[in-house]
């Protein structure tokens, strides 16, 4: 017999820089495992499944991300009243946004949607410690002005083989990037932070694993000369092998937003 389901999607925040990223690993602590030990003891009896929008990298943030929770059997009884337990029991660095009912027809991975990235950095000197958990400090003198016009060559679409991690045969390479830009941080500022920073933004409907750390990356190798704008545009030819090797420090990445259509 078909089990009743109802479908809900919640959206969250959280500091990423102790996790190990969103999907659940033994013996780790991850934004799914924190998020399911949570709802067991919310939900006690009651049995559910999630599933995430995003599977961010360990130290990767989120400004506003989601998943999808189903619960079995039986609705939830009160939304409200359930974000507000569902909050007092997560961690602090961990929380609720909304929570809405969807219908059965959503599926939060195929659904059409857009994400907004930003990574955080600055550069020439080092930051204070309590920076650490949201922006990248790179040490030498960069290039701002070559890195704001290779950000540009990454808009539109191309094919990103050479910014993927551990691709397979059925991996689609080429993506469609709306946005990309670097602008003064004006965004996520603290007190703490040095005086000058700057944000990376980049959106689009869907991105390839460490992409935007791997495309951060070789904007850091532009900005210090150790690559050119041509460089930048042979890379996204589907004819050239050339795979970026540099990761940039995942503490600096944060999910902005998760837009659904």
């Given at each position: 017999m ?7 999607l ?6 990423g820089?102790?996790l ?12 799914e ?10 939900l006690?009896e009651l ?14 943030s989120?400004?506003e ?6 619960t ?18 997560l ?19 195929q ?20 920076a ?6 790179f ?13 540009r ?11 993927c991690?551990?691709p ?13 830009e ?13 005086e000058?920073s700057?944000?990376?933004r ?7 694993r ?9 904007l850091?190798?532009?900005?210090r000369?150790?690559?050119?704008l041509?460089d ?5 030819d ?24």
């Amino acid at each position: 017999m078909n089990k009743q389901k109802y479908f809900y999607l919640i959206k969250i925040q959280y500091l990423g820089f102790r996790l190990h990223g969103w999907q659940k690993q033994p013996g780790l602590k991850t934004v799914e495992g924190l998020i399911k030990k949570t709802l067991r003891f919310v939900l006690g009896e009651l049995q559910f499944k999630i599933l995430g929008s995003s599977r961010t990298d360990a130290m990767v943030s989120a400004h506003e991300s989601a998943f999808e929770l189903f619960t079995y059997h039986e609705p939830l009884e009160n939304l409200a009243d359930f974000l507000v337990l569902f909050n007092r029991n997560l961690p602090p660095d961990v929380r609720a946004l909304s929570i809405k009912e969807v219908g059965p027809d959503f599926n939060i991975i195929q659904h059409p949607k857009r994400k907004e990235y930003l990574y955080l950095f600055s550069f020439g000197k080092k930051s204070h410690p309590f920076a650490a958990p949201l922006l990248a400090t790179f040490l030498e003198k960069l290039d701002l002005d070559a890195m704001k016009n290779g950000a540009r060559l990454f808009e539109g679409t191309h094919s990103f083989h050479n910014y993927c991690t551990k691709p397979t045969e059925h991996t689609i390479l080429e993506r469609e990037i709306n946005t990309c830009e670097i602008v003064l941080n004006t965004e996520i500022t603290a007190s703490f932070f040095p005086e000058r920073s700057y944000l990376l933004r980049i959106s689009g409907s869907g991105f390839l694993r460490n992409q935007i750390r791997l495309m951060m990356g070789a904007l850091v190798l532009l900005g210090r000369d150790d690559l050119s704008l041509d460089d930048i545009k042979s890379s996204l030819d589907p004819a050239i092998q050339m795979p970026m090797s540099f990761i940039a420090p995942g503490s600096g990445l944060i999910l902005n937003k998760v837009d659904f259509d």
